[in-house]
């Protein structure tokens, strides 16, 4: 699967390598699946060596240069893990950049695509971590849905979720009890939460957000998930401190 990542990533740089340094220009673009599997795993011919070459010097340019650093590995696994806490805690922190007070942030599992490890955090580092084109959305639930999305992450086990939630579920993905901010969730308020827009429209089985109100889902391309990580990490780089998040019982499995 990180082979399959960093070939996505390649691509998507490349493209952009190429849509710049020659004289050809994209003039329709047409989208399929394309299933991955061991055909692509062949050994590199010449010709495609001799291809791609000379853009590999460019893309490592882009690709290279230092974010900050990890304090420790960033791993990302159900129910709760430190690098899952860290994307849902990067989002709530995001609020200020967009004059946004979210009351919790959500991160899909399935959106973290591969883990940090510790010391320097490149731009192609985040690239692995976010190779979707989500954007940050904010979108505004009543207490009766949010119950219900909180019904919805226990049934998959756990999704990265914000420090002001806390869950606790059975083994078999039941909600016990869930609380945001240290309070039980009042079903007759109102609850401003960031996420992906593509987790905002009810995907990965959260149809809870399907009944959001007070949508606002930014477009620019500054806007991906993974920039708004690099705005993060150079953010805690600037102020002298390294990146880190740790696994707090924020997700509790009980009998």
Known sequence: MRK???????????????????HYTVSQV?????????????????????FITPFKAKVDELMSPVLGKAAHPLQSYRPESPLSNLMADMFVWAGKLYDEK?????????GIRASLAQGDITIGDVFEVAPFENKICFITLSGEK????????????????SR????TATPDGKLI???????????????????????SHGNDRMTAFKSGTERRELTDDGDLAREVLMKFIKEKTANGQMVESQVEGRYTVEE
């Not at 399959?4 to 020659?22: D, E, G, P, R």
Request: one cysteine or more.
């Open 4 to 22: 399959t990542i960093k070939t996505m990533v390649l691509l998507t740089v490349l493209l952009t390598v190429l849509s710049c340094t020659t």
């Open 30 to 50: 047409e989208r399929t699946r394309l299933l991955i599997d061991q055909k692509y795993d062949k050994p590199m011919t010449d010709d495609m060596s001799n």
């Open 102 to 110: 979210p009351d919790f942030g959500i991160y899909n599992m399935g």
């Open 146 to 161: 949010v119950k219900e999305l909180m019904e919805q992450i226990c049934y998959r086990k756990g999704e990265g979720i």
């Open 164 to 167: 002001e939630v806390h869950i």
């Open 177 to 199: 009890n869930a609380t945001i901010g240290g309070k039980e969730i009042d079903p007759n308020a109102k609850y401003r939460i960031v996420t992906v827009d593509y987790v």
